[in-house]
């Protein structure tokens, strides 16, 4: 068996998802797309994204499962979902998951929340 580093599996992840840049998300929210912000806890203390929904990448996959008892209404397979975490491996892999349980329209913010801040976009304490 060949193993990888995880490096190598967002790299594969990205090469198969698509990766929306800062002003492109910015764009898709105006347009009614639901973002989904997958950090911790910690990491949300320092800022989100206003309007994103908190899914903790440990919970997602059952946050997004709309036969779990922990489904969030606001996760639904047919609309178009944007994930982000704080530089794009997390929801560049979380973007695969979400497509195995059917949703069917998912991107993710490349380079994550660090990339939205670094092209000054809003954030939200």
């Known amino acids: 068996m060949t193993t990888q580093t ?3 599996l967002v790299q594969e992840a990205k ?3 698509e990766n929306l840049s800062p002003d492109q998300v910015q764009a898709e929210l105006a347009a009614g797309a639901t973002l989904v912000d997958i950090r911790d806890a910690p990491e949300r203390a320092q800022g ?11 919970m997602l996959e059952f946050y ?3 036969s779990s008892p922990a489904h969030k209404p606001e996760l639904d397979p047919q609309r178009r979902v944007i994930l982000h975490c704080a530089s ?5 892999l979380a973007v695969l998951s979400l497509r195995a349980l059917g949703y069917v329209d998912v991107a993710h ?3 994550g929340i ?3 801040q670094a092209e000054g976009k809003p954030i939200e304490s």
């Open 88 to 92: 794009g491996g997390r929801s560049a």
């Open 114 to 116: 660090k990339a939205w």
């Open 64 to 66: 997004a499962d709309p």
């Open 6 to 8: 995880a490096a190598q």
């Open 48 to 58: 989100c994204i206003a309007g994103a929904v908190h899914a903790s990448r440990g």
């Open 15 to 17: 090469r198969q998802i």
């Open 109 to 111: 913010l490349d380079g």
